[in-house]
């Protein structure tokens, strides 16, 4: 092909307004690693010189108070998701997942975690109506003249709150209650889109698809369960007998879906989903002197940096003890983020850190390799960055992210109940270091998903900002959003248009059979 | 709202590389209007240095022979969908409609033209064949090594000879044999999606999705009459037995849609959907001197312009007359692009030109009213300079153009069937000038057209070099390409899990009797 580098993308400038005056931004943010990727959000918000409030509970373990880039309204609440009870879900996870098959883990998370899931919910719903009951604070916010709402609708108060305040409303999201929220917006046929825990790509067997509707099935219950439980009763208080939550909820303005079709499965999508996977990836900064230093001993070989995220923050001993002697094997240079006990084996050629600049290490020119948990923000990284990954997943989504690594020869996944049998870790980082495949794909997705139209944080920024200029979206929303299933299915039409054909076809038949009965008749008396 | 006009959309600046090497694309171009858009974007890319190449048959009419920025295959056809064929379907489309109900209309353009559209379709696949057949042109195609094929596929040579060439495949489109593009390629629930042709919107009763179903069902069948009576053979014959046309057909890298959601109705769509709509669009340029001069006459009054499209040469003359009687009462200055005799009745502030710089005099600060046939290039053109519209639809898509527009208040829509009576004309012409409405309802749209991340023309650009710098777009493809119907809508699996819900519930139900019968024959024996 004679097309070359030269006729490359065309190339994209965005140039920021300088005495751009801002408009005002109402955000109702989710803890945990939801907060991280939220945060860079509200960041580039905040430099393109819009005014930002947060509302947090008293018990936001994530979220600090008042910053230099947003003020805050912080909600006292009696309980909350606090970090402990997190903590606690992930090691009883850990130590379930060590022994269990796949289909056990997911019933396990589906339908044994239920009660916890259930209960987080409630303590969101609480949270909710302490926000709305205290008087003092909605009439500031609705004095203030928000131009719209930014939430990641993981949970359910975003989405009330915006309705209550009746305000344009646009989602940093990619699960919804608790489903994957493809399934809530656009049409998801079970056939080739895999549902989440499943661990099914979009090439399926029958028995796949068998297993796939299954899981469907049950997160579809579980999803409801959960809503209906919790935040219909909410709705009818505040927002009057007849509102449905299901639909208040798939009824944002824009939704900032943290993935793109590099990562994801192709499948439908809908005209107000934008797509702004890898939004927070930028080039790597140069790292501080200290681990600058530890990179460039490890030579020709490189190095190795491995972190399994922001809840896990202990494994178990024996688990970790084999991790760090397969790691003590090695010719490369690891870098292991590990907040527990130091284990016994760990090599000399390891650092283990208590935190790391992930980011600059992914794009610094030494990096051969990513053991990681799966987490989004991380396999965006890595893929960012054209780094091959070894997969540890622990929970949720993170097998499913590891996943479409592997389908694309990018990456290999261990589990928690095999990574420290005979010797599967070690082999697995010699397989993914010595196979050649696994770079090139990684880098073959890397250039894809670099090879945009526009940067996705520039495009996140501009459909927030479209909302807020707009007042809304409506045009982008399809009419199905206030149809019941029954009609949206068609279901009815075809109930009445199959009734009318059996109508016509039997009418036919007794109209031919008096003819044929009379002619008869009129036969036997003319003998 | 404390957001302005400071803080408008990110300003992108596309940077055009200087010293860009090109690459070779194929173009496999439709006749009439589709070739005016597809003119546009050949003369972009040629402007980006890209090589063109276009295959016509001896019998174009738009598509002139090698240009300056383009050069051509002329392949010889015995007969071909000529310009004298076209002109006899729509004066009798146009004779038809005058006395025609809406059903019947359609049952006309699905059902009575249905030889018509065979027997053109059929003219393709005798010009599919000649250029396969002509080896030395066929080697030339291979020789050239194309980067990608180029193809409005609202007939299906481009896809057939893509395939056959073995190269990636881009789409500039909005039909395709013949339903609307989406109908192919992305779900599309008949609950809210309107059937080209069946004069509903996204929002329907019962009754009008009851018809909007009979006229789905109807179009599918002709869809694939048309394409199983032609191409079907011509797939078996050149690229073997197995190959099916409509796989192919929706196999397409890159779908540049000539359409976007502030002018159709949000629905479903997918990755590789590109939405260009308004792509040919452009600030006006300055009118030539006599025009000018006759436009700055209409002093505070303004200008309406007319034009039925390049297929409406003529109109009956009791029809034109009554028009231009109408033109005739009005303060305003009109400039009517007619090629038929001139009406007896035109008035002394008609202009009748054969052509007239219909963007340009759209984008002008004394347009007041666009009468129009709702072809798609000029519904754009009016809807980005935020001209409102009287509509006078004659066939295809016209109607439903037009529809999109009167639904948001933006235009009013005449029959051909009323247009000449009870001075329907003439009041239709008054109401959208004097009604502020229609004007604002308009210029909203432009609004919102106006406002996207990036240009739609410099969107498909980037994407159909997207699809030369990686080969083709697979990762944007769904899986469900092929599937058959039965696995892609899970027939197969609900049959599957209905029968053995089935199965375990009668198994129980025998186990039970048999269990009663056993314990009552116990129990009698007993006794």
Same mark, same amino acid.
């Given at each position: 092909?004679?097309?070359?580098?030269?006729c490359?993308?065309?190339l994209l400038l965005?140039?920021?307004?300088?005495?751009?005056?801002g408009g005002n931004?109402l955000?109702?943010p989710?803890?945990g690693s939801?907060?991280?990727?939220m945060?860079?959000l509200?960041?580039?918000?905040?430099?393109?010189?819009?005014?930002?409030t947060? +509302?947090?509970?008293?018990?936001?373990?994530?979220i600090?108070d008042?910053s230099?880039?947003?003020?805050?309204?912080?909600?006292?609440?009696?309980?909350?998701?606090?970090?402990?009870i997190?903590?606690?879900?992930?090691?009883?996870?850990?130590?379930?997942?060590?022994g269990?098959?796949?289909?056990m883990?997911?019933l396990?998370?589906?339908?044994?975690?239920?009660?916890?899931?259930?209960?987080a919910?409630?303590a969101?719903?609480e949270?909710?109506?302490?926000?709305?009951?205290d008087?003092e604070?909605i009439?500031t916010?609705?004095?203030?003249k928000?131009?719209?709402v930014?939430?990641?609708?993981?949970?359910?108060?975003?989405?009330?709150?915006?309705?209550y305040?009746?305000?344009?409303?646009?989602?940093?999201?990619?699960?919804?209650?608790p489903e994957?929220?493809?399934f809530?917006?656009?049409p998801?046929?079970?056939?080739?889109?895999?549902?989440a825990g499943s661990?099914?790509?979009?090439k399926m067997?029958?028995?796949?698809?068998?297993?796939? /509707?299954?899981?469907?099935?049950v997160? *579809?219950?579980q999803?409801?369960?959960?809503?209906? *439980?919790v935040?219909?009763?909410i709705?009818?208080?505040?927002?009057?007998?007849?509102?449905d939550?299901?639909?208040l /909820?798939?009824?944002?303005?824009?939704?900032?879906m943290?993935?793109?079709?590099?990562?994801?499965?192709p499948?439908p999508?809908?005209p107000?989903?934008?797509?702004?996977?890898?939004?927070?990836?930028k080039?790597?900064?140069?790292?501080?002197q200290?681990l600058e230093?530890?990179?460039?001993?490890s030579?020709?070989?490189?190095?190795?940096?491995?972190s399994?995220g922001?809840?896990?923050?202990?494994?178990?001993?024996?688990m970790a003890?084999? +991790?760090?002697?397969?790691?003590a094997?090695l010719? *490369?240079k690891?870098?292991?983020r590990?907040?527990?006990?130091?284990?016994?084996?760990v090599?000399?050629?390891?650092?283990?850190?208590?935190?790391?600049?992930?980011?600059?290490?992914? %794009?610094?020119?030494?990096i051969?390799?990513?053991?990681?948990?799966?987490?989004?923000?991380?396999?965006?990284?890595?893929?960012?960055? %054209?780094?091959?990954?070894? %997969?540890?997943?622990?929970?949720?989504?993170?097998y499913?992210?590891l996943?479409?690594?592997?389908?694309?020869?990018?990456?290999?996944?261990?589990?928690?109940?095999t990574?420290d049998k005979?010797?599967?870790?070690?082999?697995?980082?010699?397989?993914?270091?010595?196979e050649?495949?696994?770079?090139?794909?990684m880098?073959?997705?890397?250039?894809?998903?670099?090879?945009?139209p526009?940067r996705? /944080?520039?495009?996140?920024?501009f459909?927030i900002?479209?909302?807020?200029?707009?007042?809304?979206?409506?045009h982008?929303?399809?009419?199905?959003l206030? /149809?019941?299933?029954?009609?949206?299915?068609?279901v009815?039409?075809?109930?009445?248009? %199959?009734?009318?054909?059996?109508?016509?076809?039997?009418?036919?038949?007794?109209?031919?059979?008096c003819?044929?009965?009379?002619m008869?008749?009129?036969?036997?008396?003319?003998e």
């Open positions: 092909m004679r097309l070359i580098c030269c490359s993308a065309l965005v140039l920021l307004p300088r005495t751009c005056q931004i955000v109702i989710t803890e939801h907060w991280i990727n945060d860079i509200l960041q580039a918000l905040h430099s393109r010189g819009h005014n930002l947060i +509302i947090r509970s008293s018990k936001s373990w994530y600090k008042n230099t880039y947003y003020s805050t309204y912080t909600v006292p609440v009696e309980r909350s998701i606090d970090k402990e997190i903590t606690r879900i992930m090691s009883s996870i850990i130590d379930f997942e060590r269990a098959l796949p289909l883990s997911f396990h998370s589906s339908v044994g975690l239920l009660d916890t899931v259930i209960e919910h409630t969101v719903g949270y909710v109506s302490a926000i709305i009951d008087r604070l009439r916010l609705k004095d203030t928000f131009d719209v930014l939430t990641d609708p993981c949970w359910g108060s975003g989405p009330i709150l915006a309705k305040l009746n305000l344009p409303l646009v989602y940093n999201v990619r699960w919804l209650i994957e929220a493809h809530a917006i656009a998801s046929p079970i056939s080739y889109i895999p549902v661990g099914l790509t979009d067997s029958f028995f796949q698809r068998v297993k796939n /509707m299954i899981f469907y099935v997160s *579809q219950i999803a409801h369960v959960a809503a209906k *439980q935040y219909q009763k709705c009818e208080k505040y927002l009057g007998p007849d509102e939550f299901y639909q /909820m798939i009824d944002a303005d824009i939704w900032l943290r993935v793109d079709f590099v990562f994801d499965y499948r999508t809908m107000n989903v934008v797509y702004m996977g890898g939004f927070q990836c080039p790597a900064k140069p790292l501080p200290h230093e530890f990179v460039q001993s030579g020709e070989h490189g190095i190795i940096i491995m399994l922001t809840f896990v923050s202990e494994l178990p001993a024996d003890n084999e +991790i760090a002697a397969a790691f094997k010719p *490369q690891v870098i292991w590990y907040k527990g006990s130091r284990p016994d084996t090599g000399n050629n390891t650092l283990i850190v208590d935190w790391m600049p992930q980011n600059d290490l992914l %794009g610094h020119p030494k051969k390799l990513f053991v990681a948990h799966g987490g989004t923000n991380g396999v965006q990284e890595a893929l960012y960055h %054209g780094v091959p990954v070894v %997969g540890l997943p622990v929970f949720f989504d993170q499913d992210n996943l479409r690594l592997e389908y694309r020869g990018a990456a290999k996944i261990l589990t928690l109940s990574v005979d010797n599967n870790f070690l082999k697995a980082i010699q397989e993914v270091l010595n050649p495949s696994y770079r090139m794909n880098q073959r997705l890397s250039r894809l998903h670099r090879d945009q526009i996705p /944080m520039d495009n996140a920024l459909w900002e479209f909302v807020m200029r707009h007042k809304g979206a409506a982008l929303k399809p009419a199905s206030s /149809m019941s299933w029954y009609s949206y299915h068609s009815d039409v075809v109930l009445f248009l %199959g009734g009318a054909v059996l109508l016509v076809f039997l009418s036919t038949f007794f109209l031919i059979r003819l044929c009965n009379a008869c008749k009129s036969k036997v008396k003319h």
